[in-house]
Each structure stands twice: as C-alpha cells, then as structure tokens.
C-alpha cells in the first residue's frame, strides 16, 4: 500500500537532490543491486529523459517519476529490475511508490496520440492527463477492475493455478470485470467458467493496486453451492481443494492473495 504521507501530485518538474527518483530504463526499475534508488546525480542525463514529472510527495519529498528509452545506458553499478522481482528487494513503501511511477508511464506512452483523430498528444501541467490539441479529447490513465475470490467448503479452500504461475504456486481464483457487469456477475461468472463451480454469501474482503499494468484487485471470500471442479482449458492449469494439512505454496507476501488466503485459513482454523 502507498504510505499514509503520500500525497498524489503530477507537475512536470525534473528531478533534484531532495526527491525520490523513480527510475525506468525503459518498463524496469533502475536499483542498486542492495535495493538502494539511485539519487538523481547518479542517473544517466536528464536532457535526454523521455518523462520527468513529480507524481506526488511523501512526508514533504518529492517522489519523482524519470525514464528513459531501453537502449540507454547507465551505470555499471546500477541494475535494470522488473517491478515484480523488485518486491522485497526495495522498501516496501518505495515499491508501492514505484509501482504508481509505472502505471503513469504505461499510460503516458500508450496516449501518445489521440484515439479519436490521431493527432499528436501533449502532457496536460497540472493533472494526470494527455490532450489533443486539434479535437480536444482527453485520456486519462486507466484502472482496470479485476475481482479475486476465495472460495470456502466446510475446512477446505479452492485453490488453482494458472500455467503462468511459478511452479508449484496455487491461488484464488481471479479475472477481470467485462464491461456492463457489477463485481458479484463478474465473479459469478469467472468461477463458473474456470472451475465450473457456483457460489454464494459473497463477502468483501479487500482491495489492492494491481500494476501489471493497470489493474485494481478487488478481493472476496465465497461459499461453495454445487459443482465438480472442471478447471477452464488453458486457462487453469489445476484446481484443488486444500486444507489446513496439505497447504501447496502460495502467492508472495506483497500480494492481496497471499492475505486473502491468510485470512480464510484463520477462519477455518477458528471453527
């Protein structure tokens, strides 16, 4: 989660000794190799910088956003990292930071021209927003709504994997929200079709951002009604239910799942 000081900003200004550099080499983070962002003066040059824009401040520093295109170089000491494999390498309040820092970028360089005319866009100064000059449409950055949902039968949790997944690492279930539906026909919806269950007594458990790139998670705790797993072809490359004594490896830490299935062990342990 983003730090309870920070306060979201977007103003063009360059990056200086007293802010937080938020540094991309093209989609990586720029980091030391012991977790450390590297101050601006350790950056490569900022006249040829595609993007420098403050996206907020915490506690009264600046947390500034630079980057530059993939074949630029930096230097030796520095290292190039996906913001997934960043996650507990940097701190954690910085990770949240940075994760905001790219899912500004992506939407920065994927407005780069009007949707409606073509037309070459420009950066609005003093919000998070891109505009044609010659029809004046507007674009602002997109969040995607995504819903996950654990489901509960008696001592058991359901729990799958996507053949994207890390070997051996199982989940609760997940997918996007389709445009016209409400969270509850989207998670209907996702679970019927990728494991051929019905649920029921939907609660609300959480929300987390999602930046891959541009996705909010929102988290839900079900009850199993009928069904026989038939895990979704493609999509599902398996789905169990496990209890408490077979527990298979779980989402990393950072992650609203890893909470999400936390939270449904304590309350099977409870009972």
């Known amino acids: 989660m983003l730090p309870s000081t920070f306060i979201p900003e977007y103003k063009h200004l360059p990056a200086s000794a007293n802010s937080l550099c938020l540094a991309f080499i093209g989609d990586q983070l720029l980091v030391f190799p012991d977790g450390r962002l590297p101050e601006h003066h350790e950056l490569p040059a900022h006249d040829c910088a595609e993007i420098s824009v403050q996206i907020g401040s915490v506690a009264g520093l600046a947390c500034v956003l630079v980057a530059w295109h993939k074949d630029t170089p930096y230097a030796a ?14 701190e954690d309040s910085h990770y949240w930071i940075a994760a905001r820092a790219q899912q ?3 939407f920065d360089r994927q407005h780069r021209f009007c949707g409606c005319c073509g037309t070459a866009t420009v950066r609005m100064s003093k919000e998070t927003a891109r505009e044609c000059p010659a029809c004046l449409h507007r674009a602002y950055p997109r969040v995607s709504p995504a819903i996950m949902v654990l489901i509960k039968k008696d001592r058991q949790l359901l729990l799958a994997r996507s053949p994207h997944f890390r070997p051996g690492v199982y989940s609760a279930l997940a997918g996007f929200v389709e445009a016209g539906e409400s969270c509850e026909e989207a998670i209907f ?3 019927y079709e990728e494991v051929g269950v019905k649920v029921s007594n939907l609660s609300w458990f959480g929300s987390q951002s999602h930046p ?8 839900f705790i079900a009850d199993y009604v009928s069904g026989g ?14 209890g408490l004594e077979n ?9 609203i799942a890893y909470h999400l299935i936390q939270a449904g062990l304590a309350k099977i342990a409870q009972e």
């Open 77 to 90: 000491d520095l290292q190039t990292i996906g913001l997934r494999a960043a996650w507990g390498l940097i």
């Open 104 to 106: 500004l970028l992506t």
């Open 189 to 191: 919806r996702e679970i």
């Open 212 to 219: 891959f790139p541009h996705s909010l998670m929102l988290a």
């Open 229 to 242: 797993i038939t895990p979704q072809e493609e999509e599902i490359e398996d789905a169990q239910w496990f």
């Open 247 to 255: 527990l298979p490896e779980l989402p990393g830490k950072s992650s």
